[in-house]
């Protein structure tokens, strides 16, 4: 196996639950935050080593989630965990307070996955030991994947997935663009989260993030069946103007669909109008290359 520095870190902070409307439709966002934390990097012209996120990007971003106000965020690219509650205060300084704050650090050592949530999770999962075959070795899924499950009325739950695959950029000759590191990457996701799911007996489930590849790209084809088993399908999503891309590739004038939600058979129809939205700011892509999606689940009825 090639050899990597790998850091495994959950942070789980709780503090008293709030009240709300066991009713209300539940909003649940995916959302790349664009280099959340320290690296070197290119600010007004200037090349700055080791600098964390611009304060106007990170305005942009906190913009971005009180317009839309998830009760469950889920977000890809963040620093380490005082990153993730720099956010956090900055949002409850705003009037948007979560009480949930998970933070997740895989095999990369920079780039993690979190969630903010304001609905108290029942379990939390991290998968970091998910590896595939690749070439004559066996890696580890980048950013490993984040399971949470969340409780509704009479018992009933749903699971929440986060990922984020391989990006394009590679130094791998024999794989350009990536594109059979992220398939594997997707397939051993995919077979955890049949485990954790239809082999427990659950059937709601979500898968989100960002996948870094097209709605019908070999990756994430893996998250829609395996075999005879329907695993779940893209929720359709688009901005005001009925646009449907999440990234823009600057270098290449490039726009692309890449993040988004899963959702299995059974969680389906409680996706309020059977589609996503995506949030398209003005500015939106001064704090992030990726603009936010997010859906709403019927919550009454789960």
Known sequence: MRS??????????SSVLLLSDANADLRIATYNVYNYLVMDRRVADRWRPSYP????????IQQVILQTRPDILALQEMGPPEFLQELRADLAEAGLYYEHTLHLSGPDPVRHLAVLSQV?????VPHTDLDFKYF????????????VVFEHEAGEVFKLFVVHLKSKLTEEREDPQSQLRRTREAEA?????????????????????????????????????RGDLQLGQLVPAADSRGEVWTHFFERRGLYSLIDGFVASPAMGPYVKGGRGYIVDTPGVLDGSDHRMVYLDLVRAEL
Do not use: W
Not at 4 to 13: E, G
Not at 53 to 58: L, Q, S, T, V
Not at 120 to 124: D, G, H, I, S, Y
């Open 189 to 225: 996701c995919r077979n955890r989260i049949i485990e954790r799911t239809f082999d427990l007996g659950v059937d709601r489930f979500l898968v989100a993030g960002d996948f870094n590849d097209h709605p019908d790209s070999g990756p994430l084809r893996r998250f829609y069946r």
């Open 4 to 13: 990597f520095s790998r850091q495994l870190l959950l942070v789980v902070f």
């Open 120 to 124: 108290p999770p029942v379990e939390v």
């Open 136 to 147: 004559d070795d066996r890696e580890l899924v980048k950013r490993g994947m984040l399971e």
């Open 53 to 60: 996120k611009p304060e106007a990007e990170k305005a942009i």
